[in-house]
């Protein structure tokens, strides 16, 4: 099965980059549509202990959190101009515990999806929940990328799912090691160094 769908999440923590650059790399090796998903977690509990949440602080919360996403999907369509890549962004919300639903939802149409590590220093969502997500509930393959490692960013890719792949220069890539990009996917003659 060749790629030619990727879906990678993106917010507004700093490893967005790092996921937003796997994403494009691949889709610019491969000529494959990227799909950037921002997703939104709606206020924990509207009602708790008798007291209701206004609709007024919960239009306002969903305004703000919709303003982040426009901003950072903005500057995914940026990079992804630059490098001449299809993008489409997507934004979606639920409540916390719907988040990792709605990301499978959306990742069962891709080929492959990009998520990063868990960092629970960070904020936003659980991260946890989407990197299970994105291996048990997608049934794609999936690539968690490391933030704190540039020169070194894959961390795992499904084995499982893996078979499925019709990829070798994703294989050479990922043999590249953790001095080399990962990405490069044999699209030039020599690998390129971070």
């Known amino acids: 099965m060749p790629i030619k769908d990727l879906l990678v999440h993106v917010d507004q923590s700093p490893a967005t980059a790092i996921r937003l650059d796997a994403a494009l790399e691949l889709g610019e090796c491969f000529g494959a549509h990227v799909t950037a998903l921002h997703l939104i977690a709606e206020p924990f509990m509207r009602t708790m202990a008798g007291y209701h949440l206004p609709a007024d ?4 919360h969903l305004r703000q959190a919709e303003a982040e996403a426009e901003q950072v999907s903005a500057q995914a369509r940026e990079a992804a101009q630059h490098r001449g890549i299809s993008l489409e962004t997507r ?3 639920g409540s916390l515990d719907r988040l990792p639903a709605l990301l499978a939802r959306n990742a069962r149409n891709a080929d492959l999806v990009i998520v990063g590590e868990p960092n629970a220093d960070a ?6 929940l989407l990197v299970e997500a994105a291996f048990m ?15 070194g960013m894959i961390a795992t890719l499904s ?7 019709d990829t070798r220069r994703l294989r050479a890539a990922l043999a590249c090691g953790p001095t080399r990009t990962a990405w ?5 003659s020599r690998p390129r160094a971070w």
């Open 159 to 165: 084995r499982a799912k893996w078979k499925r792949l």
């Open 91 to 93: 934004v979606e919300s």
């Open 184 to 188: 490069n996917c044999s699209c030039s």
């Open 123 to 128: 904020g936003g969502a659980d991260e946890t």
């Open 137 to 151: 509930d997608t049934g794609r393959p999936a690539l968690v990328t490391i933030a704190h490692l540039r020169s």
């Open 57 to 60: 602080i919960l239009k306002e």
